[in-house]
């Protein structure tokens, strides 16, 4: 079964820069979360669809980060314009029902990005 | 919502050696626990979980037990492998997902 992949895995942007992260969840699965992961941190939630709706993207700061679900399949996430701040590893997961009842996620590799 | 902390931050053991993380939960409605590890350049990964009508839980060299009186659980890992060397995260969980704190950061000495 192939799981969850994203790219770019690697990308380097001046700050003021736009950037954007692709990800495709396991076939089947309707929830995806995209996480931010500073250096040395846990993951942190960034926003959470279920199909192709938003769940909750109370994390996300929306003057500068968006995401969609088109279809319900693949999400990305957008960050417009791009801050030193912002440099982290960006995962993208889904599982097959929410993570709040228990539901195992299953994250992809990440997109590790670096804001100069 | 609920808090969990987690111990120690870094743990240093001799290859062949066992380990053991502890997490300290407040929620006594918490009925679900999972550990996740998480290897460098990769995403964090499940490696086992346990409900709370169940106190242990092993799968080869690792295990779970689960205090619901004390309100903590721990993992341990057997014999220990370079492999290992990761790090484990105890993450809460709530309607919003998972819910990570830093973890613990387990190194395997040769």
């Known amino acids: 079964e192939a799981g969850v992949a994203q790219s770019p895995r690697y990308k380097i942007i001046e700050k003021r820069q736009s950037v954007a992260f692709w990800c495709n969840p396991i076939s089947g699965h309707a929830t995806l979360y995209w996480y931010q992961q500073i250096l040395g941190q846990g993951p942190k939630l960034l926003i959470q669809?279920?199909?192709?709706?938003?769940?909750?993207d109370s994390q996300l700061p929306k003057d500068r980060f968006s995401a969609e679900r088109l279809k319900g399949v693949d999400s990305t996430l957008k960050i417009q314009p791009a801050k030193l701040e912002d440099s982290a590893v960006y995962l993208c997961a889904s599982s097959l029902e929410l993570a709040g009842v228990g539901g195992e996620l299953f994250f992809g590799e990440g997109s590790r990005l670096t804001v100069l | 919502g609920e808090n969990v902390e987690q111990h120690p931050s870094t743990l240093s053991v001799q290859e062949g050696d066992s380990a053991v993380i502890k997490c300290t939960y407040s929620?006594?409605?918490?009925?679900?626990f999972p550990w996740y590890k998480q290897e460098l350049g990769k995403g964090p990964q499940l490696i086992i979980d346990i409900r709370s009508n169940v106190g242990e839980k092993k799968d080869q060299r690792i295990a779970v037990t689960l205090n619901k009186t004390a309100k903590h659980f721990s993992l341990h890992i057997t014999e220990t492998q370079p492999e290992d060397s990761a790090v484990y995260f105890c993450p809460t969980i709530g309607a919003d997902g998972l819910t990570f704190g830093k973890g613990t950061h387990l190194i395997i000495q040769p």
């Open positions: 669809f279920q199909n192709n709706g938003v769940v909750d």
């Open positions: 929620d006594s409605a918490s009925n679900y």
